[in-house]
């Protein structure tokens, strides 16, 4: 079992829709938990993060995480075609080498 | 400021040649990272480095070897690919303080036949 588990999509939305990305992960002792967004044929870049649970909001997009249940989710509000990427969830121990364990990854296209 | 840059982008090697990918910093990062990216399988950790002249074992070391001589250069080798091999390798850097924020380069796509 992976450490962090995503589903893969693809998630096709109309444009305006509210998004719902989710993930689950297993190890209780991560600490940080993060958003990147990949763009096709780019490097992954950081989105949001939160430190242990509870919410976080940047705009229109919000990271909740839930430590009781080790889920991780996004939210997209009003969503945008340049919003079609793959959103990948992170999570790390917050040890002295800030490995990030990364889900698969879910790729979304934003319909005009 | 280039930020995270990788060198070759495309590259096609037939099965037991050897080759380097290059990771170049200069945002005077300690650490740096060198992962694989495969379908389904997300981002994997092949090899890291705390620090310059020092480099730890990752998810899936096996087939690889790294070094960090610079500080702003991390090297990833291949001395014999094979077609299990072919993927995208994103070189990352970030500050040890940030537990959250690395810094992705654009990406390497091998192909080895």
């Known amino acids: 079992q992976k450490e962090v588990e995503q589903d893969p999509g693809p998630l096709s939305v109309p444009e305006g829709a509210i998004v719902s990305l989710n993930c689950t992960y297993s190890n209780s002792a991560f600490q940080y938990f993060m958003w990147y967004r990949q763009y096709s044929r780019k490097g992954p870049e950081l989105l949001m993060y939160t430190y242990s649970s509870g919410n976080k909001e940047d705009g229109r997009f919000t990271a909740q995480v839930d430590k009781s249940s080790k889920y991780i989710s996004l939210f997209i509000r009003d969503s945008q075609p340049s919003d079609s990427a793959t959103y990948l969830c992170a999570s790390n121990y917050g040890g002295a080498t800030n490995k990030l364990i990364f889900g698969t990854g879910t790729l979304l296209a934003v319909q005009p | 400021n280039a930020g995270v840059t990788q060198t070759p982008k495309f590259r096609v090697l037939k099965t037991g040649q050897s080759m380097t990918l290059l990771c170049a910093q200069d945002?005077?990062?300690?650490?740096m990272y060198w992962y694989r990216q495969d379908p389904g399988m997300g981002l994997r950790l092949i090899h890291y480095?705390?620090?310059?002249?020092?480099?730890a074992k990752g998810e899936v070391p096996d087939g690889y070897n790294v070094s960090r001589l610079k500080k702003q250069n991390f090297l990833l080798g291949l001395e014999s690919a094979a077609p299990s091999q072919t993927s995208v390798y994103f070189c990352?850097?970030?500050?040890?303080?940030?537990?959250?924020?690395?810094?992705f380069g654009p990406g390497t796509r091998l192909l080895v036949l």
């Open positions: 480095s705390v620090g310059e002249g020092t480099t």
């Open positions: 990352a850097s970030s500050y040890p303080h940030t537990k959250e924020t690395q810094y």
């Open positions: 945002m005077n990062h300690e650490y």
